[in-house]
């Protein structure tokens, strides 16, 4: 068994000064409990959408605090990171099949809430598709960082990727200086942050250990990559992780690795000014593989897996209020 040893530099470490912990949001219904998911906002509602096997979507009322379901997705979809545009949920860069040879979906799904229907839209590139990769949209762009051909067995990529929502085109960017799968992107003040994930290698018996410190960060003006001193290092090794940019803060959340069974409960921010990362206060359960929501002054997190691997699967929701 590998066992990582993190160690933090304590002049740039320092304990969570907010008061407030995250709590858990006791709904009158239940979510549809998965992993490998994502997890967006439109509205006062939000939206789980995917997962291993094929799950309805699960539309969460912040109005009314429930759960109610939506209709199927029209094939497993699973490893993406949802995003939103003009009031629809583009999946993305997702996969489906069985672990650990999973493939990429040769084409952009589209979820419309306000028909609670599913459309195929426009191929993905053949020689651009994997799943497991980050997607963030900016304007009228959305953006594809790194991910894997090839399921969990070895083909993670550096790729960027951009496609345009009007004009329906795909444009080959710099690649990031290096490959990562199983994170998610954050975007904010024109930077594109990648933090976490791993290099899956079922190939080598190494599904879990070959974890990502590095920060790396791409300028959506300029199309290029840079990466942040060591010193800046993720101090919490891990993938299965969600990423949210808040006030100047990076905020990775959660995850999964071979240091540990459980899923991690650790959510560490990034101070993009003093760069220096704090402990906030960690998630009453640990999970992976869900996307984080920002909301009205708030971040929530919902369903995941509870333990390295798939099970078992949650169906709960928390929040913490920022300061």
Request: charged share 20%.
């Amino acid at each position: 068994m590998v066992v990582l040893f993190i160690c933090y530099n304590h002049d740039l470490w320092s304990q969570h000064t907010a008061s407030t912990d995250w709590k858990i949001s006791y709904s009158t219904t239940e979510a549809v409990a998965r992993h490998e998911n994502s997890f967006v906002p439109l509205g006062d509602n939000f939206y789980l959408i995917g997962g291993r096997g094929v799950k309805p979507v699960a539309i969460y009322d912040t109005r009314t605090n429930s759960w109610r379901t939506g209709k199927e997705p029209p094939m497993e979809i699973h490893h993406f990171q949802g995003a939103t545009y003009n009031g629809k949920i583009y999946v993305i860069g997702a996969m489906t099949g069985k672990y650990p040879y999973e493939t990429p979906v040769p084409n952009i799904l589209i979820y419309d809430p306000k028909e609670d229907d599913w459309e195929m839209d426009v191929e993905i590139p053949k020689e651009r598709r994997r799943g497991s990769c980050g997607v963030v949209v900016d304007g009228d762009s959305a953006f594809l960082i790194s991910g894997i051909v090839d399921g969990h067995n070895s083909t993670h990529v550096p790729w960027t990727d951009r496609f345009d929502f009007k004009t329906q085109k795909w444009t080959v960017l710099a690649d990031a200086p290096r490959a990562r799968d199983h994170f998610h992107a954050a975007i904010g003040n024109g930077k594109i942050y990648a933090a976490g994930g791993r290099n899956s290698s079922y190939a080598t018996k190494q599904t879990f250990e070959l974890t990502v410190a590095p920060i790396d960060l791409y300028d959506v003006e300029t199309d290029t990559w840079s990466t942040l001193d060591k010193k800046y290092n993720l101090p919490t090794e891990r993938a299965g992780c969600s990423a949210v940019c808040y006030n100047n803060h990076l905020v990775v959340l959660g995850g999964e690795s071979v240091a540990q069974e459980l899923a991690h409960n650790e959510v560490e921010a990034l101070n993009l000014e003093t760069m220096q990362w704090k402990a906030w206060k960690p998630l009453n359960t640990g999970r992976h593989g869900t996307q984080a929501i920002l909301h009205n002054g708030h971040i929530y997190i919902a369903v995941g897996s509870g333990k390295r691997g798939g099970r078992p699967e949650l169906n709960s929701i928390e929040k913490i209020k920022l300061n």
